[in-house]
C-alpha cells in the first residue's frame, strides 16, 4: 500500500471515529455501517483520482460527485434518472427528507429512531465531513488542518448528547485524528527522507535538540484541536429532544426514575407525556387563593412560518429591578399583585425561568437575562434552574367580557407582527375559522368561540397517541381528525385566530399543578402545557384554554358561552378545574363535562400538557449538518475577511464615515502615516481613498510574503515590493503610481485626484501572483497574513477597555476618599 493510500484510509477512518459521537443520538447504530461503505467508496474515487493524476479541484469534484450519486442511490433512487443520476424529482425527495428529518427530530427523544430522514441527515453529514477531510489531508497534504472538520463533527454531537459518556467518544475521535497525524508523518518521511539531529553546521543535519518547523507547526495544530475539543463540548447546549426529557437516562442505577428532567420548550414532548412517572419540577407557595389561573410561563412562540411555530430571535437586556409594565394593559382594568416563592427541583434543569404572566420584579441568584417581549427570563452562559429558589411579584390580570368586548382595535405594530401567516397555510384554516365564529360581533367573542369550539362543542378527543406536528398541513390534518394533544389544540387556535385578524401567540409553561395539605403547590413534568394568548388593547395578552379537561378556562370566557346546554350537565360553575387532573377517555365523561369541571381519569390514562416545535434555527439533528459545515468554514474567514476589506477599499465611491476604531481595523496604513493636507472636504475624501489604496497594495504584497516596512518613503516601499515581488511591466508602473499618489496626498499643499488607483493595484496583485508560486498563491487566498491585523485590532481594544478600567476604578476611590475626608474638614 503506498503512502497515499494509507493516508486516504486514515482519512476515512478519523472521519467514522468522529461520527461515533452520533452514536448516541439514535436507537440503532446501523446507520453507520452504511455511513462508512458510502465513505469508502467516496475515498476510493479520490484515490483513483491522485493515481490517474487528476488536478486537485477535479479530484475533489469527482469525489463530491460521487457522494451526491451514492445518497441518490440509496435514499432517492426510484426518483432518480435511471436510479443512479439525480433529477429535479431525486432533490424534491432530499428536501422532503430533509424535512421529514427535522420533525422527527422535534417528534422523537434521545434516542430517535433511525427514521429515513434521519439517517439522510446522518449519512449524509459525514460524507460532507469526510470529504474535507481527505481533501485537506490527502489531495492538498495538510493533515494538521483536516482536524477543524473532525472536531466540527465530535463537538456537535458530543454537544447534543451528553451523557456521562463523553470521554469515551472524545478518545475514539482522538484516536482517530492521531492516527491520521501518524500515516502523514509517515508519508512525508518515505517522501523526503528522516530528519536527524546531528552537530551545528552539519550538512543535512538539524541542530541538536531541534525540531523541525513542520513537526513543531503539527504539535501545535494537534494541541490546539484536542484542546478545543475538549472545551467546546462543555458549552454547547445538551440536546434533550422533548420538552421534557431524561438526558440523565441510563447513566447509573436509577436513572429511570431519577435521571434530569429538563423542560425545553422549543421540541417535543409526545414521548414524555407517555412516561408513567409524574416528577415534580417545583413546589411553590402564593398569596393569591386563586391559583388555578397561576400558570407558570417559559416562553412565547410569536413566529409561525407555515413549518413550525417558534420564538423571534430578540436582543436580550440585563434584568432589571423593576419590570417594564406589560404591553397593553390599562389602568381600569383590575389587576392584582400577587407574590409567589418558588423552589425549583435538584433534578430540573431549564434555561427558561418559569414565571407567572406578566412578572413585575424577580428576585433569583445566578445569571439571568431579560426578553423585554415576551418578557422572560433566560439564563447566560449555562445559567439553569437546578436547585433554584427564587421570588416573583406578579399581577393576576382579571379583565371583564365587557371590557374584553369593548377592546379598541391593536395597534399598527402588534396587527402586523402577530397576525403574519404563511401564503402555505392551507386555506381550509381560515374557512373553519370563519364558520366557527360566524355571527361574532367581535374578536372577543370570535375567540372565545373558537375556544368552546375546540373545548366543548367541535367533538375534539385528547389524544397523545397522534403524531406530534405544529406546521400548516398538520393543523390541517387535526381539523379533521380531531384528535390531539395541547400541542394541536393551541398552535390551531393561534393559527384561526390570525386568519381572522386577531393578533396571537402560543405560551409554553406549567400548568397551576397540585395544591398540597402544607400550603404549597407541586407542579409535575405532567403539568407541562401550551396555550394561546391573543392580544385585546386594554387587557394585553390573554390567556385562553382550548384543551379538552386540560387547565382552566378563564373566568371572562363563562358569561359568553352558548345558552344551549347538554340535558343532565349540571350549571357552568365560576371555578371549574383541576390542574393536574389528567385527561380522560371515559365514554361517561362528556364534552361539557370536560370543559367545565373535568373528570376522573382512568388508570390507564397519561396525561399532560405539552409542546413541540423546531428549535431557531431547525431540528437538532438537521442543525448537525448546519453546524459542521459553518466550522469547516472557520479556515475560509480569513479570505472572506480580506475580500470584505479589499472590496471596501477599492470602492469607487467614497468610503462611509466610520471613527478610528472602524478604521483601524480594517488595517490601518502601513507606510508613513500622516494627515491629509488641506482642510476642505474634497482633500479629505481625495486622501482617504488613495491611502485606502495604498494599504491594499501593502497589505497585498505582505500576503505574498513581503512585510511591510514601516520605516520606508511610500516610493522606497514600493520599490523593495517591486524588487522582492520581481514585479515588471505594467504591475510595476502600476506601483509606482499609486506611490506617487501616495506622497502627493501626503506631501502637496493641494493634493490633486489621482484616479484609477482601484485599476492600480489590481495591476499589482495580478503581478505578485503571476510570479508567486502554487503554493503561495493558495496561502495568500485561504490564509492571508495581513489577517494577523484583526489580531492587533482585538489587543488594542483589549488594553484600552482595560485602562479605561483602571481609570474609573482609581477615579471611584477618590469620590470615595473625598467623601469620606469631607466631614472631617468642615469640622476643621
Known amino acids: 500500500m503506498s503512502g497515499r493510500m494509507r493516508l486516504a484510509v486514515c482519512a476515512a477512518l478519523a472521519t467514522l471515529a468522529a461520527a461515533c459521537a452520533l452514536l448516541p443520538l439514535v436507537e440503532r447504530t446501523a446507520w453507520i455501517l452504511q455511513a462508512a461503505l458510502l465513505l469508502a467508496v467516496q475515498t476510493a474515487v479520490g484515490v483513483l483520482g491522485r493515481r490517474m493524476p487528476l488536478a486537485r479541484p477535479l479530484t475533489v469534484a469527482a469525489q463530491a460527485v460521487a457522494g451526491l450519486l451514492l445518497l441518490t442511490v440509496v435514499f432517492a433512487g426510484s426518483q432518480a434518472v435511471g436510479g443512479l443520476l439525480p433529477g429535479p424529482d431525486a432533490f424534491r425527495e432530499f428536501g422532503q427528507l430533509v424535512q421529514e428529518g427535522a420533525e422527527d427530530v422535534g417528534r422523537y427523544a434521545i434516542p430517535a429512531p433511525a427514521t429515513t430522514g434521519i439517517r439522510l441527515l446522518l449519512v449524509g453529514g459525514v460524507l460532507v465531513v469526510g470529504l474535507i477531510v481527505d481533501a485537506l489531508a490527502v489531495t492538498y497534504g495538510a493533515a494538521a488542518p483536516a482536524g477543524l472538520p473532525l ?15 463523553d470521554w469515551l467518544w472524545f478518545l475514539v475521535a482522538a484516536a482517530g485524528y492521531l492516527v491520521l497525524l501518524l500515516a502523514e508523518g509517515r508519508d512525508r518521511l518515505a517522501r523526503w527522507g528522516r530528519v536527524f539531529g546531528g552537530g551545528p553546521g552539519g550538512a543535512g543535519f538539524a541542530p541538536a535538540g531541534a525540531v523541525p518547523a513542520p513537526v513543531r507547526t503539527g504539535r501545535r495544530i494537534g494541541a490546539l484541536v484536542l484542546g478545543i475539543a475538549l472545551v467546546v463540548p462543555a458549552v454547547l447546549p445538551t440536546m434533550d429532544s422533548g420538552l421534557l426529557d431524561s438526558p440523565g437516562r441510563g447513566s447509573g442505577a436509577g436513572a429511570g426514575d431519577g435521571g434530569v428532567t429538563s423542560v425545553k420548550p422549543l421540541v417535543a414532548l409526545q414521548d414524555s407525556l407517555k412516561q408513567p412517572v409524574n416528577r415534580e419540577v417545583m413546589r411553590y407557595r402564593t398569596s393569591t387563593a386563586n391559583s388555578r389561573d397561576l400558570y407558570l410561563r417559559i416562553v412565547a412562540l410569536d413566529r409561525f412560518d407555515g413549518s413550525s411555530w417558534r420564538s423571534s430571535e430578540r436582543r436580550l ?19 392584582d399583585l400577587v407574590n409567589t416563592s418558588v423552589a425549583a427541583s435538584g433534578s430540573y434543569a431549564q434555561n427558561y425561568l418559569p414565571l407567572p404572566y406578566p412578572a413585575e420584579r424577580v428576585r433569583a441568584e445566578g445569571r439571568w437575562r431579560y426578553e423585554p417581549e415576551g418578557r422572560a427570563l433566560v439564563g447566560d452562559r449555562g445559567q439553569t434552574t437546578r436547585g433554584l429558589r427564587y421570588q416573583v411579584s406578579s399581577l393576576l390580570v382579571e379583565p371583564t367580557a365587557e371590557q374584553l368586548t369593548e377592546a379598541p382595535a391593536p395597534p399598527t405594530q402588534v396587527l402586523r407582527e402577530y397576525t403574519a401567516v404563511p401564503s402555505s397555510l392551507p386555506s381550509v384554516v381560515a374557512r373553519t375559522a370563519r364558520e366557527v365564529t360566524a355571527g361574532s360581533a367581535n374578536a372577543y367573542q370570535q375567540a372565545v368561540r373558537l375556544q368552546d369550539w375546540f373545548a366543548v362543542d367541535g367533538g375534539f378527543r385528547y389524544d397523545t397517541e397522534v403524531e406530534s406536528g405544529t406546521g400548516g398541513q398538520a393543523i390541517a390534518k387535526f381539523l379533521k381528525d380531531k384528535r390531539g394533544f395541547c400541542v394541536h389544540y393551541s398552535f390551531s387556535m393561534a393559527a384561526m385566530a390570525r386568519t381572522l385578524g386577531i393578533p396571537s401567540r402560543v405560551a409554553v409553561g406549567f400548568m397551576p399543578g397540585t395544591p398540597q395539605a402544607d400550603g404549597s403547590v407541586s407542579v409535575g413534568s405532567k403539568d407541562a402545557h401550551a396555550w394561546p394568548e391573543l ?17 382552566s378556562a378563564p373566568e371572562y370566557t363563562v358569561s359568553q358561552r352558548p345558552s344551549a346546554a347538554d340535558p343532565g350537565v349540571p350549571s357552568p360553575a365560576p371555578a371549574r378545574s383541576a390542574p393536574a387532573a389528567p385527561p380522560s377517555a371515559d365514554d361517561r365523561c362528556t364534552a361539557r363535562m370536560k370543559k367545565l369541571e373535568g373528570c376522573v381519569p382512568p388508570p390507564q390514562q397519561a396525561g399532560g400538557g405539552s409542546t413541540g416545535t423546531g428549535g431557531p434555527g431547525a431540528g437538532a439533528l438537521a442543525g448537525i449538518a448546519v453546524a459542521v459545515l459553518a466550522v469547516a468554514a472557520l479556515p475560509l474567514l480569513p ?5 470584505r476589506v479589499r472590496a471596501r477599499r477599492l470602492a469607487d465611491t467614497a468610503p462611509r464615515r466610520r471613527g478610528k476604531a472602524a478604521r483601524a481595523a480594517e488595517a490601518g496604513a502601513p507606510g508613513p502615516e500622516g494627515a491629509p493636507a488641506g482642510p476642505g472636504a474634497g482633500d479629505a475624501v481625495v486622501a482617504e481613498r488613495t491611502l485606502a489604496a495604498w494599504r491594499e497594495l501593502t497589505d497585498s504584497a505582505w500576503d505574498y510574503g513581503i512585510p511591510p516596512d514601516e520605516a520606508r518613503s511610500p516610493r522606497s516601499a514600493v520599490e523593495r515590493i517591486v524588487r522582492l515581488g520581481e514585479l515588471d511591466g ?3 508602473e502600476a506601483a509606482g503610481r499609486v506611490a506617487t499618489a501616495v506622497e502627493q496626498v501626503l506631501y502637496a499643499p493641494r493634493p490633486r485626484p489621482a484616479g484609477g488607483l482601484a485599476a492600480e493595484v489590481g495591476d499589482v496583485r495580478a ?8 503554493g503561495a498563491r493558495l496561502r495568500a487566498a485561504l490564509a492571508p497574513r495581513s489577517a494577523v491585523r484583526v489580531l492587533w485590532e482585538f489587543s488594542r ?6 485602562a479605561r478600567l483602571r481609570t474609573g476604578r482609581a477615579s471611584a476611590l477618590r469620590r470615595r476618599v473625598g467623601a469620606a475626608l469631607r466631614p472631617a474638614r468642615q469640622r476643621g
Do not use: C, I, M, N
Not at 535 to 551: C, D, K, Q
Not at 767 to 774: E, K, P, V, Y
Open 151 to 165: 472536531l466540527a463533527l465530535y463537538s456537535v454531537a458530543a454537544g447534543l448528547a451528553k451523557d456521562g459518556t
Open 317 to 335: 437586556t440585563e434584568l432589571p429591578d423593576e419590570l417594564p409594565a406589560p404591553a397593553g394593559l390599562a389602568p381600569d382594568v383590575r389587576a
Open 535 to 551: 392580544y385585546f388593547e386594554g387587557a394585553g395578552w390573554t390567556r385562553f384554554e382550548p384543551t379538552p379537561s386540560r387547565g
Open 639 to 643: 479570505l472572506l475577511w480580506r475580500r
Open 730 to 732: 505594467p504591475a510595476a
Open 767 to 774: 503581478g505578485l501572483r503571476a510570479r508567486a508560486g502554487r
Open 797 to 802: 481594544r483589549r488594553e484600552a477597555a482595560a
